[in-house]
C-alpha cells in the first residue's frame, strides 16, 4: 500500500503542476475550453491507470504533450467526420495557428529529447562514451574506431549495443519512445 500511496502523490503533484500547460497545448488546437479540458483530463485518466509502470523521477511530460496533441487531433477529425466542422482550421488563420503550435510542440519535444540524450551518454562507461560518441558523432567505422581506441572490433560491437541499449531503456521511461513508433 506504501508504494500506490508514493505514485498517488507523484501523480497529484504532477498533475497539478502539468494540468494548466496540457490545457493550453490542446486548446492551440482544438480552439475550445471545455474540449480541451475533456482531453487532458483523458490523458491524466489514461496516466492515472498506467501509474504503477511509470517512473516519476523520470520526465514525463513530453510523453503527455504526445499524447494531448495526438488525442487533440483525433478529436479535430472525429468533429469533422461528424459535421461538426474543425473549430477555425477551415480559416487560413486557424490552419497557420495549427501549423504553428505543432510546430512549437516539435521543438519541445526535440528539446527534451536532446536533453535525454546528452544526459543518457554522460551517464555511460568512458570507454562505451567514447565509442559510441566516435561512432555515432564522427562516423567511424568499427574497425577503425577499434585501431583509434586500441580495442578489439568485437569490444567496439559491444560498447556500441551496450550504449544504444541504455539510452533506448531511458527513452522508453521517459515516454519518448513512443513517439518513435
Known amino acids: 500500500m506504501e508504494k500506490l500511496d508514493a505514485h498517488s502523490a507523484d501523480f497529484r503533484q504532477f498533475f497539478l503542476v502539468h494540468y494548466e500547460t496540457l490545457c493550453i497545448r490542446a486548446f492551440r488546437l482544438v480552439h475550445d475550453r471545455n474540449l480541451s479540458e475533456d482531453i ?34 483525433d478529436c479535430l477529425r472525429s468533429r469533422k467526420s461528424r459535421g461538426e466542422g474543425t473549430c477555425g482550421l477551415d480559416t487560413l488563420d486557424g490552419y497557420v495557428r495549427c501549423l504553428v503550435a505543432g510546430r512549437c510542440e516539435e521543438e519541445f519535444d526535440l528539446s527534451w529529447l536532446r536533453h535525454e ?10 570507454q562505451c562514451r567514447r565509442v559510441f560518441l ?4 564522427t562516423g567511424l567505422k568499427n574497425r577503425e574506431i577499434a585501431e583509434r581506441l586500441n580495442i578489439s572490433v568485437k569490444a567496439v560491437e559491444k560498447h556500441i549495443g551496450v550504449a544504444l541499449s541504455k539510452l533506448r531503456l531511458r527513452l522508453s521511461r521517459s515516454g519518448f519512445f513512443n513517439l518513435f513508433l
Open 117 to 126: 540524450i546528452d544526459d543518457g551518454v554522460s551517464q555511460l562507461s568512458e
Open 134 to 137: 566516435l561512432s555515432r558523432v
Open 40 to 73: 487532458v483530463q483523458d490523458v491524466f485518466l489514461m496516466l492515472w491507470k498506467r501509474r504503477t509502470e511509470i517512473d516519476f523521477s523520470r520526465p514525463v511530460l513530453p510523453y503527455l504533450t504526445t499524447a494531448v496533441r495526438n488525442r487533440s487531433i
